[in-house]
């Protein structure tokens, strides 16, 4: 709206033996005079304004605009009253009102809905958190394998399982980065009064490899989605060992993981296990003979037989091993006889070296 006063239905307004840049301006400020005059490309060293304060501002007007005409200081009053315009008009002086369009009044009353919107429901503003599994050798290494597809699955299923507890939603955008979409008042639980990183401590520990976080807010979601990829950009350049919010005004946070979740690393640099986890694995790895740099990938009935225990049993131990971090599902093979395909595990014994 503040070009809108030099506009006349989005055409630069020209007027015949009128100087522009020697006018008179009521309803406006300063900052926003020189603003708008930028906008078009004209000087406004020889502008002279009368910003609008108060109701009561307005029946000064008038007189403001007829002393700047009679010194001679102004060619042209702009104004956006009506009764001002009909006073400076009935004494011979050059006025013209200005309204903004139709589309700048509909454009302000969106905007300030929106932010009325963002302020009586802010627990309900959108935010995203970005999620992106840091390059490791290990990953690097077995990238012709299935440890890509491995590692997206697991993540994915970890952070579903996060995300369900506050009723966000998981979006896969690769294999390395996730877009978990929440509302402002989750995160605050999340982030127990933005004190502390979501999902951080809970799925380095579990997935073993670094990841980073990145936290968004905006007006809308596709800002909220820009932040959260800036800000995700930034935990990475930390090595994940913070996550990075970014509020809707650009304002960046770093949030430590929380100490509740969070498991430290060995001196040197592996994560602790669960000791029951381990005993299952080595057993299991000690009862196959893998050829050398070969995988090993098991399922249930294996497991079963080797354990000597039933399939149920089985199963359940599989499970505790995924959820430890030491076994993966793999995508199911399938079966030559018909029938449902077997569900297939690799196990991850490299994180017992």
């Known amino acids: 709206m503040r070009a809108a006063i030099l506009r006349e239905t989005d055409r630069p307004l020209t007027i015949e033996d009128v100087d522009l840049s020697r006018v008179s301006i009521d309803s406006l400020s300063a900052a926003d005079v020189e603003e708008a005059y930028a906008e078009i490309d004209l000087d406004s060293t020889d502008v002279y304004d009368i910003p609008y304060e108060s109701p009561a501002s307005v029946d000064g007007f008038a007189a403001f605009h007829r002393d700047k005409w009679e010194q001679e200081h102004t060619t042209l009053a702009l104004t956006t009253i009506l009764s001002v315009e009909r006073e400076l008009r009935s004494q011979g002086i050059p006025v013209m009102r200005i309204a903004p369009t139709r589309s700048s009044i509909r454009d302000a009353i969106e905007t300030a809905m929106l932010l009325g919107q963002g302020t009586i429901m802010g627990a309900h503003q959108l935010v995203m958190i970005a999620v992106q599994l840091i390059p490791t050798g290990m990953s690097r290494a077995e990238a012709g394998d299935y440890w890509q597809q491995e590692l997206a699955l697991m993540t994915h299923q970890k952070l579903l399982s996060e995300a369900r507890q506050v009723g966000a939603t998981v979006t896969r955008r690769s294999d390395t980065l996730y877009l978990v979409t929440t509302t402002h008042g989750a995160l605050i639980r999340l ?70 979740v969070t498991v430290s690393a060995q001196p040197d640099g592996t994560w602790p296990l669960d000791r029951r986890a381990i005993e299952i694995v080595t057993s299991i790895a000690a009862a196959t003979t893998p050829a050398a740099g070969q995988q090993v990938v098991v399922d249930v009935e294996s497991v079963a037989d080797i354990m000597q225990v039933s399939q149920r049993t089985g199963l359940r131990m599989l499970k505790e091993l995924v959820d430890a971090g030491l076994a993966w599902p793999l995508p199911p093979a399938r079966s030559t006889g018909g029938g449902r395909p077997r569900q297939q595990f690799r196990l991850l014994t490299e994180k017992l070296d």
């Open 191 to 260: 982030t127990e009064q933005f004190t502390v990183a979501p999902f951080l401590g809970a799925l380095t520990a579990q997935l073993g490899v670094p990841v980073a976080i990145g936290v968004g807010a905006g007006q809308t979601a596709r800002d909220a989605e820009a932040n959260a990829l800036a800000a995700v950009e930034d935990s990475v350049g930390a090595d994940g060992k913070v996550a990075v919010y970014l509020d809707d005004k650009g304002v960046a946070t770093e949030l430590p993981p929380a100490s509740a």
